[in-house]
């Protein structure tokens, strides 16, 4: 329906670079007698219109806008009957395409959690919840992870019980599959996030999503490796808690209690490599 080159108001196509339901994302370009930006462009499928899902899309990201981890809304509008969602353009892809290539080191894995986790603080200060985290909707600039696609995001006050079970299976923590939707259910989202940054697959990886969702109902998910500290293991248990409230309770608790154990895991390696570093030298120091 889309092609390379067409323009849609001011942002000419230039290549494809999502697709789901909703229609198709590319990346676009708004030229300008002084500069051309590059843009991501959400696209919804005519036939599928909805304007009002649209409007609210847009009136909750621009909402949750204006944060360094929170991907920022450029413009929401209508040309020639085609509504678009226009956003800035993440280079660096997702966090999805990065997880494609195994998991990642562990501090990494960490530092992008706290990122993620700043995001989130911030979008529940709000009174936003995003309903949706996973590493598809984490995009990065540079090494900034930045929360994006506010879809089926609500506003806590409207829309905390729902009828309606909305969001990607994987990622929804046991309570979401009754409709129940608040701070803790996008805790236990990054709590799945950084489990598969920290094992390279998901904490319940079951293929179908009936056993899927048995799984994360009634069973525990498989442990971490040795690899991983404990100070670490103990928070992604407390993230994926099957009750909410033995989860943390608020995305700061969480970003700071990570904080913590990421410095006492780093302080313990240099006391590590200083030990391993002094028995090395020992001989050559007595001769």
């Known amino acids: 329906m889309f092609q390379i080159g067409q323009q849609i108001g001011p942002y000419t196509l230039l290549k494809p670079?999502?697709?789901g339901g909703f229609g198709e994302v590319w990346l676009a370009e708004k030229r300008s007698q002084l500069v051309n930006k590059r843009v991501a462009v959400?696209?919804?499928l005519r036939e599928q219109i909805n304007f009002d899902a649209i409007q609210q899309e847009a009136t909750v990201w621009e909402k949750a806008s204006g944060h360094p981890n929170v991907l920022p809304l450029i413009d929401a509008d209508i040309y020639d009957g085609q509504a678009?969602?226009?956003?800035?353009?993440?280079?660096?892809?997702s966090l999805a395409d990065k997880l494609k290539h195994g998991k990642a080191p562990l501090e990494i894995a960490v530092e992008k959690t706290i990122g993620i986790l700043n995001g989130l603080e911030f979008l529940h200060s709000r009174q936003i919840i995003h309903r949706d985290i996973k590493p598809q909707n984490i995009l990065l600039q540079g090494n900034t992870p930045r929360l994006a696609d506010?879809?089926?995001?609500?506003?806590?006050?409207t829309d905390t019980i729902s009828s309606v079970v909305a969001g990607t299976d994987a990622y929804m923590s046991p309570q979401a599959f009754d409709g129940k939707r608040d701070e803790q259910t996008d805790i236990w989202s990054v709590g799945v996030v950084l489990y598969q940054m920290l094992k390279g697959n998901l904490p319940y990886?079951?293929?179908?999503?009936?056993e899927r969702m048995f799984a994360i109902?009634?069973?525990?998910?498989?442990?971490?490796?040795e690899e991983v500290p404990s100070e670490i293991k103990?928070?992604?248990?407390?993230a994926l808690a099957k009750q909410p409230a033995d989860r943390f309770q608020t995305a700061t608790e969480m970003r700071d209690a990570l904080k913590r154990s990421l410095a006492i895991v780093q302080n313990r390696q240099i006391s590590e490599d200083y030990s391993e570093l002094k028995t090395e030298v020992a001989p050559l120091i007595q001769t």
């Open 17 to 19: 670079i999502g697709k």
């Open 42 to 44: 959400k696209l919804p």
């Open 84 to 93: 678009i969602i226009v956003s800035e353009y993440a280079e660096n892809g």
């Open 150 to 157: 506010f879809g089926i995001s609500r506003a806590m006050n």
């Open 205 to 210: 990886p079951q293929q179908h999503p009936t």
């Open 217 to 225: 109902l009634t069973k525990e998910f498989e442990p971490l490796g």
């Open 234 to 238: 103990n928070i992604v248990e407390k």
